[in-house]
């Protein structure tokens, strides 16, 4: 009888900490983080070998075990190509990812865990098999033709001069000599993407309505690709202005829209773009930790520079978002750029995770997955098992990710897993507030120590990593060791010593 009563006490606790965690994730779901599925390459539901919308709610209840509260998909619309950055329908969904029923499933269950979805809007350019563009490409008179830009074969200012590029010829291409006109079209990343024309009012209109469109679906977002290049890369005026007409526009609809913007410039132009987008990717900063844990060696001014930037971005708006990450999928994957290392792999996911923001893992960075470039190789299939069935996709034959790999399966079997070590860490994040959304200080560090602390309201953690192969001595006298996080086996902490490759968390005594 006593044995029932303390296991309905310890139900009830545990009930209690799961619904307290919910309500802090909840409350404070700008700190949680982010999951970024290369839909084709994710998971198989019906056996084409193509991942699908089916395959990803098939795999929600994974996500949430891993404390996922986000999920950015990559380009689902109909498309020409396997990655589907160009886009021919933006009110649809390709074939072989599913339908916009499957989407409203996706959504429905996805939120039912707790999880928003965001999904990639390309609206910079669309493929070259757009309807607007194939009417517009066989007809200088067709109502679409200011969709796009164009130039004679006289007008060679246009590809030497502003605005609409920076002097690069190459991205005014020729038109096949199979049409009846000659001339240039304007896409700035390849022939097959031609840039969308934004002085043109009705393409920004009929840009509004398909976001209406499927935030009226119930999306809660969009990540926004090459968003800095919507007019020429001098342009940054041009192209905030229409992201604060494109908020406001989806704000009519959906007042907590959330926007994240794709900008790989310097953190100065990145800052500008908050007027309008409430998010943006912070590349510098997954550029800087993968560095740090590479060569063992703490930079100088890290934590300083790194809130300085945050602090910046507060001054144009108060309620901004930091998106943090390691990688994506237009980066090698940091397992490679690590050569393999696990415990440095670990150590950079210690640092990001325990840091402002909200963090985005990339598929399969959980469990190790290695790619280099080209941009297939590090966007292979996620392995599920090592029989690479039950949503193993095989679209295209990996080259980094083979059957042999680690597996899904193999990674929640072991303790010591990365998995296990991201799985703790986002846990840790989602039971602090200070980690989801506190301010950031810097403490006293050394060359391979990095040391800081976040604070909300009453609630301030220390964290202190080690990010280096050998033992670090460390004056933890005047704190207490709440939890210390390590990939592998757990370190006992002892006498002002920091294990290798260990993360401590703790509070002033």
């Known amino acids: 009888m006593k044995h029932c009563i303390l296991t309905f006490i310890c139900m009830l606790i545990t009930v209690q900490q799961v619904y307290s965690n919910q309500d802090l994730t909840n409350t404070y779901h700008e700190g949680t983080t982010y999951y970024e599925i290369f839909i084709r390459s994710f998971a198989d539901s019906d056996g084409d070998g193509i991942g699908d919308i089916n395959g990803i709610i098939q795999k ?159 999306i809660d977002g969009f990540r926004l690709d090459a968003a800095q290049h919507i007019y020429d890369l001098n342009e940054h005026e041009k192209s905030r202005a229409w992201w604060n007409e494109f908020r406001d526009s989806m704000n009519t609809v959906k007042p907590d829209i959330y926007l994240v913007g794709e900008i790989v410039n310097a953190d100065s132009i990145v800052a500008g773009y908050f007027t309008g987008l409430k998010a943006n990717f912070h590349f510098d900063l997954g550029s800087s930790i993968i560095s740090m844990v590479s060569s063992e060696k703490v930079p100088n001014n890290f934590v300083e520079k790194l809130k300085t930037s945050i602090n910046n971005h507060k001054q144009i708006r108060p309620d901004c978002i930091d998106a943090i990450f390691l990688t994506n999928h237009d980066q090698n994957r940091i397992m490679s750029q690590l050569s393999g290392n696990q415990k440095r792999a670990a150590m950079a996911a210690s640092i990001y995770l325990t840091l402002p923001g909200q963090p985005y893992v990339y598929y399969g960075e959980e469990i190790g997955m290695m790619g280099q470039k080209p941009d297939e190789a590090i966007r292979e299939c996620l392995n599920w098992n090592k029989k690479r069935i039950n949503g193993t996709t095989s679209w295209r034959e990996p080259h980094y990710n083979l059957a042999s790999s680690i597996s899904v399966e193999d990674a929640i079997q072991d303790m010591s897993s990365l998995y296990h070590h ?88």
């Open 422 to 509: 991201y799985k703790s860490l986002i846990s840790i994040r989602n039971s602090y507030a200070s980690l989801l959304a506190g301010d950031i200080e810097s403490l006293p560090s050394t060359s391979q120590v990095l040391a800081y602390s976040r604070t909300m309201k009453n609630e301030s953690l220390i964290i202190v990593h080690n990010i280096s192969d050998s033992e670090q001595n460390y004056p933890l006298s005047n704190y207490t060791v709440i939890r210390s996080v390590s990939l592998g086996k757990k370190q006992h902490i002892t006498n002002n010593v920091i294990p290798p490759f260990t993360t401590l968390f703790l509070t002033k005594k």
């Open 60 to 218: 929600l209840d994974y996500l949430q075990d891993l404390g996922i509260h986000g999920i950015w998909l990559t380009p689902f619309n109909p498309s020409p190509t396997y990655h589907k950055y160009d886009i021919i329908d933006y009110a649809a969904v390709d074939k072989e990812y599913g339908t916009v029923e499957d989407i409203k499933k996706l959504l429905k269950e996805a939120h039912r865990r707790d999880i928003k979805i965001i999904m990639d809007f390309v609206v910079n350019h669309t493929s070259s098999k757009h309807p607007w563009f194939l009417d517009a490409i066989h007809n200088p008179s067709s109502p679409y033709r200011d969709y796009y830009l164009w130039a004679d074969e006289s007008e060679s200012f246009r590809w030497e001069s502003k605005p609409y590029n920076p002097g690069l010829p190459w991205q005014w291409h020729k038109i096949d000599d199979s049409f009846k006109h000659k001339g240039r079209y304007y896409g700035f990343f390849w022939k097959e993407m031609p840039d969308l024309n934004y002085d043109n009012p009705k393409v920004r209109q009929e840009i509004i309505r398909y976001g209406k469109f499927w935030i009226s679906l119930g």
